[in-house]
Each structure stands twice: as C-alpha cells, then as structure tokens.
C-alpha cells in the first residue's frame, strides 16, 4: 500500500518561508505526477501546483506564481514545495497527491484526478 507522508508545515509570519515534504513509501506506483493542494476552514480543496514526473514540467495556480516552486527527486519518490513570500491566505492544510501513471487523465488541477493522498500538513501565517 502507498503512504505519502508529509513534513514541513509549521507557524510562520507574513513573508517568511516554509519547505515542505512529502516522500512516497510502500507499493509505490509508476506516477504521471505529483503535487499539491490546500484547504482552509470552510473553503474548498484547491490545487497549488503540480509536477509532472518523467519531464519535471511544473504548473502552479496565479495565486501562488512567483512565490511557491515545486520540485521532485525522482531517486527518492519526493516532491517539495517551497514556500516564499507566505501570506496569512496562504494559511491552509496542504495535502500532497500522486497521480498513477496507469490511470491518468483529465486535468492536473483538478483533485478527483489524484488517485493517492497524503494526511495533511497544517500552514499557518501569522501577520
């Protein structure tokens, strides 16, 4: 069974940064990609970014364009997002996801389209 876990989330101040984990351990699949969304109180999930495994090319919604980056280790089955310029919207649970190369389809942003999850990394930024 795959286990993403995630590390790296904490309590920051507006502008600080933040790098967080996530590694894939277990039955590990072939991935088409990895990524990450977030949710915060009473709102939906939302995509964040996104990486694609064999080419690296990277997508990452306007909201966070020029502050967040998305990487992958492919020798190690991680992706990272590092965070920059964090603003208290920014404050969310952030959740790595991984799609299956063996079913993908659909968009890249879009959640239902991510077949294994991991549990959750709280982010909070203070002003």
């Known amino acids: 069974q795959v286990q993403l876990v995630e590390s790296g989330g904490g309590l920051v101040q507006a502008g600080g940064s933040l790098r967080l984990s996530c590694a894939a351990t277990?039955?590990?699949?072939?991935?088409?990609?990895m990524g990450w969304f977030r949710q915060a109180p009473g709102k939906e999930r939302e995509f964040v970014a996104t990486?694609?495994?064999?080419?690296?090319?990277?997508y990452s919604a306007e909201s966070v364009k020029g502050r967040f980056t998305i990487s992958r280790d492919t020798a190690k089955n991680a992706v990272y997002l590092q965070m920059n310029s964090l603003k208290p919207g920014d404050t969310a649970a952030y959740y790595c996801?991984?799609?299956?190369?063996?079913?993908?389809?659909?968009?890249?942003?879009?959640?239902?389209?991510?077949?294994?999850w991991g549990q959750g990394t709280q982010v909070t930024v203070s002003s």
């Open positions: 277990g039955r590990t699949f072939s991935y088409d990609a």
């Open positions: 996801a991984a799609r299956r190369a063996i079913s993908a389809s659909g968009t890249l942003f879009d959640d239902k389209n991510y077949d294994d």
């Open positions: 990486i694609r495994w064999r080419s690296g090319t990277a």
